[in-house]
Every structure is written in structure tokens, then in C-alpha cells.
């Protein structure tokens, strides 16, 4: 399970721009079982900032900083080593080479709060090690962002879906991608959380 939830949180990160994207920030609606309530700040593919689930994580690639609120402890991750390690075939790949490989159907399109979308539907391979996921997913070309995904995960995980909301097409000032005041690095993730060390 933690794998299918990596991968899907690396999902926005391995797509490459081959355009100028807008800024923008959104209210981000995930359910999977729960609703789950987060928000984004977009600067580019490869800089933006994500909260939600007591985390904050910003992604200035290749680094991404891991961010825990309650302990106000934060890990490094070099993403490039990761999704490596993890065997996944997107690294490094644009938008539309993913769509390509996994043979995602277009599907026609659609307007999403405002903004027109192509739906793409298939099966799509997040890793060597990860069972394929059915998508569909609603792109926006001028954010260069999913604005809507439906997935069917594996048993017994079921389905998730996620979708933006309040969209603000406005520039994103620079300190929103920097470390919070009074945040410390730690090496594992287990110490971010501030879980014990048995050892």
C-alpha cells in the first residue's frame, strides 16, 4: 500500500513542462474512504508546494522537502534517486510520452471549473512493482496540471479520486517554496514522524 500511495503522490512530479506554465493556487479535494482536504501552490512542473494529510511538501526538483507539522521536522528527498530506485518508467518523461506509453485513449474533452480539459482513460503503469491502475484523467494544457483523476486501485484499497477547486491564476511568491521557520532536518522519515527508534 505505502508503494501505490508514493507513486501517486509522485504522479505531478515526474511529468516534464515543454511549456510556460501559469501560476496559480487551488483547493485540493482527495477521497479515497474519506474526504481529505489540501491545497496546492503551482509555480511550474517542477516548483510547487502541496499540504495535506499533516504534511507540507515542496518540490523544487530534483529536491523535494518533506515536511511534518506536528513535529516540525522535515526530510530531503532527491526525487530523480527515488523514482529510480522505484523502477518508474515516467521519470523524466513529458505529459504527453506518458499518455503515449501507456496507450491512455483520449476520450474527448471537457470544461472543468472554467478551464478545458482533454480526458485520457486507461491503464496506467506507475512502477515495475505496482500492479497497473485504471485512470481517468481530466488534463488542463494551460496549467499544465490534472485538474480531476479517478482511480481503481488495487484490492482491497479501492477507489480514489481527487479534483481541484477555487482556482487563482496569480503569481506565487518565491517564500512559499522555502523551508517554514522553525522546521529541523532529520535523516528518515520514521524520525520526521517521530516515531520511535527501537533499535
Same mark, same amino acid.
Given at each position: 500500500?505505502?508503494?501505490?500511495?508514493?507513486?501517486?503522490?509522485?504522479?505531478?512530479?515526474?511529468?516534464?513542462?515543454?511549456?510556460?506554465?501559469?501560476?496559480?493556487?487551488?483547493?485540493?479535494?482527495?477521497?479515497?474512504?474519506?474526504?481529505?482536504?489540501?491545497?496546492?501552490?503551482?509555480?511550474?512542473?517542477?516548483?510547487?508546494?502541496?499540504?495535506?494529510?499533516?504534511?507540507?511538501?515542496?518540490?523544487?526538483?530534483?529536491?523535494?522537502?518533506?515536511?511534518?507539522?506536528?513535529?516540525?521536522?522535515?526530510?530531503?528527498?532527491? #526525487?530523480?534517486?527515488? @523514482?529510480?530506485?522505484? +523502477?518508474?518508467?515516467?521519470?523524466?518523461? $513529458?505529459?504527453? =510520452? !506518458?499518455?503515449?506509453?501507456?496507450?491512455?485513449?483520449?476520450?474527448?474533452?471537457?470544461?472543468?471549473k472554467g478551464f478545458?480539459?482533454?480526458?485520457?482513460e486507461g491503464d496506467?503503469?506507475?512502477?515495475?512493482?505496482?500492479?497497473?491502475?485504471?485512470?481517468?484523467?481530466?488534463?488542463?494544457?494551460?496549467?499544465?496540471?490534472?485538474?480531476?483523476?479517478?482511480?481503481?486501485?488495487?484490492?482491497?484499497?479501492?477507489? #480514489?479520486?481527487?479534483? @481541484?477547486?477555487?482556482? +487563482?491564476?496569480?503569481?506565487?511568491?518565491? $517564500?512559499?517554496? =522555502? !523551508?517554514?521557520?522553525?522546521?529541523?532536518?532529520?535523516?528518515?522519515?520514521?524520525?520526521?514522524?517521530?516515531?520511535?527508534?527501537?533499535?
Amino acid at each position: 500500500m505505502k508503494k501505490i500511495i508514493f507513486t501517486i503522490l509522485a504522479l505531478h512530479f515526474v511529468w516534464v513542462s515543454t511549456l510556460t506554465a501559469i501560476e496559480f493556487s487551488a483547493d485540493e479535494i482527495s477521497v479515497m474512504g474519506v474526504e481529505m482536504k489540501g491545497k496546492i501552490y503551482y509555480k511550474n512542473i517542477t516548483t510547487h508546494r502541496n499540504e495535506s494529510m499533516g504534511m507540507i511538501r515542496i518540490l523544487k526538483y530534483p529536491t523535494m522537502y518533506q515536511m511534518f507539522i506536528d513535529t516540525k521536522k522535515y526530510i530531503v528527498l532527491d #526525487m530523480e534517486e527515488t @523514482l529510480n530506485k522505484s +523502477k518508474n518508467p515516467m521519470a523524466g518523461m $513529458s505529459f504527453e =510520452e !506518458i499518455i503515449k506509453k501507456n496507450n491512455m485513449k483520449n476520450m474527448g474533452t471537457e470544461t472543468v471549473k472554467g478551464f478545458d480539459c482533454i480526458i485520457y482513460e486507461g491503464d496506467f503503469v506507475f512502477s515495475e512493482k505496482v500492479p497497473p491502475t485504471h485512470m481517468k484523467i481530466w488534463y488542463s494544457k494551460k496549467l499544465e496540471y490534472a485538474l480531476k483523476m479517478d482511480m481503481s486501485l488495487p484490492a482491497p484499497m479501492g477507489t #480514489m479520486s481527487s479534483h @481541484l477547486e477555487n482556482i +487563482k491564476i496569480e503569481k506565487q511568491a518565491d $517564500s512559499l517554496f =522555502e !523551508i517554514p521557520t522553525g522546521y529541523t532536518k532529520v535523516n528518515t522519515i520514521q524520525e520526521a514522524m517521530g516515531i520511535p527508534n527501537f533499535k
